[in-house]
C-alpha cells in the first residue's frame, strides 16, 4: 500500500482546485478519478467564474489562458417579457465576473498536474474508502486488473453529487435538505457568435430560457423543459426556432444558428448535506451540495469551500492545528446556504411553474417590476452574482 497525506477522490474542479492548492503548499496528495482522462476533459458544464474561483487559479499560476481568452462581464440581464433589465455589477460591486467554462478551467488545471508532481490517476474503477473514522484512512480501486490501496492522513471526497464519499458521511448523522424542482434546462453549446454582449436570463410567457456563451464565437444557450421531454423529441431547429422566438426581440445581434456539438437536458434541484465530515473523511463540491444551475454558483461553490479545506489542511499539516477542520463544516455551510437561497429565489423568480395560477404569476411579475426600477434590490442581486466575500 502505498501513502500520502490527503486521498482526493474525484478530478473534477473540486478535486483539481485542492490538489493543486496542496500540492503548491507542499502537502502529499493524490487524486483519484474514475472516469478516463478524455472524459474529464470533454465534459461541457458551468460557464460563469467568480472571482473567489479565478483568485484561486491566479495564486496557482495557472491564470495564463484564462486571463487571456476568459471574458470579463461588468454586467448581465434578466429580462421579463420583451423588458430587459440591466443589472450592471460593476457600477453596484465594483466588481465582475469571468466567463471561461469548465471545460476549458479543467484542462488548464489537468494539464499543468505532471509539471507540478500533482498525481492523477484516471479509469479507477470499484473504488470503496475504508477506516475514515481511525488515524489511518484509505481508498483502494482497481486499475488495469490490479487492486490498488492508498493510505491517507486525510480523504477529500470531491467525487461529485454521484461519488460514494457522501453515502459514507450519511449514515453518521443524515442532515440533508432538498428541493426538486418541476423542470429541466435543455442545453445547446454551438460556434455561433452570441446573441448579446452579456448573459440574458430571460422569463417570458414560454418559460424560462438563458442566453450565455463560452466565447465571442461560441454560444451556449438553455431553454426551460418539462421533465418528461426528452432528447430526441428536440430536433436542433426546433431548439433554435425556439430561442428565436425568445431572443431575437430582446437581443443586439439576434440569434445565429449552427450546428449543435452538445446538446443534453439536466434537471434543476436544490440539496445540501450538511454532514460534510466523518471522522477523517471531509466532502467538497457537489459531492455536499447542488444548487439549481440559475445563477452559476455550483462550480463557484466547489471553489470556496476547498479554499477553506486547504487552509485548514495547510494549518494541520504545518503545526498539528486541527481547529480549521473542526471548523470546515460550519465554515463551508455558511456560505453554501446563502449560494442556495439565492439560487432557489432566482429560480423562482425567473421560471413558469407548472400548474401556478394566475395570482402567482402576477406575483411574479411584479417581482420583476420592482426590480427594474429599484437599485437596492439590484444590488442585492449583483452582490450575490459576483459571489460573496469568503
Ligand atoms: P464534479 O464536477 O461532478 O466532479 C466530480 C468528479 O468525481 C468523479 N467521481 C469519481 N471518481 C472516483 N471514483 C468514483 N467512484 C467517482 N464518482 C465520481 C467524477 O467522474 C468527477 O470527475 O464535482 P465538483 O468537482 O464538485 O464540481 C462541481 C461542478 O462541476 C458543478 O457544480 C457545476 O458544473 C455546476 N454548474 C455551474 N456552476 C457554476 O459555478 N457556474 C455555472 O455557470 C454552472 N452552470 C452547472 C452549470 C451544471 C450544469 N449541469 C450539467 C448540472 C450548467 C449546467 C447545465
Ligand atoms: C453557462 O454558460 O453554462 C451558464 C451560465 C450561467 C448560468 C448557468 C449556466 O447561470
Redesign the pocket.
Known sequence: MSTTGVAI???????LLLGHLLCQSGIACTI????SRDH?LSRI????LETVTTDLLTRLGIDRRMRKEGLVEAGFNLASGDRLIRIDIAALTGRHVTVYG?TELTRDLVEAAPERGLEIIFD?AN?AIHDVESASPSVSFEKDGAVTCIGARFIAG???????SRGVVRPSAAREYVREYPFG?L?ILADVPPCHDELIYANGERGFALASMRSRTRSRYYVQVSLSDRLEEWSEDRLWDELEARFDGLSKHGVARGPALEMSI?PLRSYVCETMRRGRLFL????AHIVP?TG?????L?ASDVAYLWQAFASYFASGDESGLDAYEATALARVWKAERFSWSLTNLMHSFPGESPFERRMRNAELDYLAGSRAMQTAIAENYVGLPL
Open positions: 477522490i474525484g478530478a473534477g474542479p473540486a478535486g483519484v478519478e474514475r472516469q474529464v458544464r458551468a460557464g460563469v469548465q479507477a473504488l470531491c467525487d461529485g453529487f454521484h461519488g460514494p434546462w442545453g439536466a467538497a463540491g457537489d459531492a444551475p452559476a454558483k455550483g462550480l463557484n466547489a
